[in-house]
């Protein structure tokens, strides 16, 4: 079966603008997590959607925002780039609410913003 | 919240010889505590996961050991092979709903040939 498809793989912004990455989770996956990942900081939990509701948040300021769609899908967006929003953002979907029932990760929307 | 810390953060190996990897973490109701690998390009994949109710678990050539008394968790990779180079992470969560997952910071392990 397919895996978690993100799009796009690679993105490059200017500071000031915004970006939307997205996620399809595995079919018959409903939970979708964001996840940022940075040399320094590891990974870093974003966000998670079930039922299209935000049901937990990370310690990100507002300009991290997401939602989920019906069929699940999942997009992200960042608003006003900051040069530190570079990173490897990740999505992880899962049958349920939780991640104790196993996360399968896709491959990541590596963002560069100059 | 939840801090897990994760060590060595690399980790060089001959190959056919074992590498482990620690993870120590703090709050003392997580229960759920599963090890991913990242190789280059790609994303974590689960590759072994442990329950607080078990001890050890084996995987052909992976194990994870847990300590719930000492907050500790192991991954033992045996007989180390050249594809067994990625980036390991640890985590730990508690085992109900709408619990994030905490990762370590990683451990990048090379198999020298």
């Known amino acids: 079966k397919a895996g978690v498809t993100q799009t796009p793989r690679y993105l490059i912004k200017t500071r000031g603008q915004q970006v939307t990455l997205s996620c399809s989770p595995i079919s018959g996956h409903r939970s979708v997590s964001w996840y940022q990942q940075t040399p320094g900081q590891g990974l870093q939990f974003l966000f998670e959607?079930?039922?299209?509701?935000?049901?937990n948040k990370g310690n990100f300021p507002g300009r991290f925002s997401g939602r989920q769609f019906s069929n699940s899908r999942s997009e992200m967006n960042v608003s006003t780039l900051e040069l530190g929003d570079s990173a490897l953002y990740l999505c992880a979907s899962s049958l349920t609410l939780g991640q104790n029932y196993g996360y399968t990760f896709g491959s990541g929307t590596r963002l560069t913003v100059v | 919240g939840e801090n897990v810390e994760q060590h060595p953060s690399t980790l060089s190996v001959q190959e056919g010889d074992s590498a482990v990897i620690k993870c120590t973490y703090s709050d003392s109701a997580s229960n759920y505590f599963p090890w991913y690998k990242q190789e280059l390009g790609k994303g974590p994949q689960l590759i072994i996961d442990?329950?607080?109710?078990?001890g050890e678990k084996k995987d052909q050539r992976i194990a994870v050991t847990l300590n719930k008394t000492a907050k500790h968790f192991s991954l033992h990779i045996t007989e180390t092979q050249p594809e067994d180079s990625a980036v390991y992470f640890c985590?730990?969560?508690?085992?109900?709903?709408?619990?994030?997952?905490?990762f370590g910071t990683g451990t990048r392990l090379t198999i020298i040939p």
């Open positions: 985590a730990a969560s508690k085992n109900f709903g709408n619990e994030k997952l905490t």
């Open positions: 959607y079930f039922s299209e509701t935000q049901r």
């Open positions: 442990i329950r607080s109710n078990v």
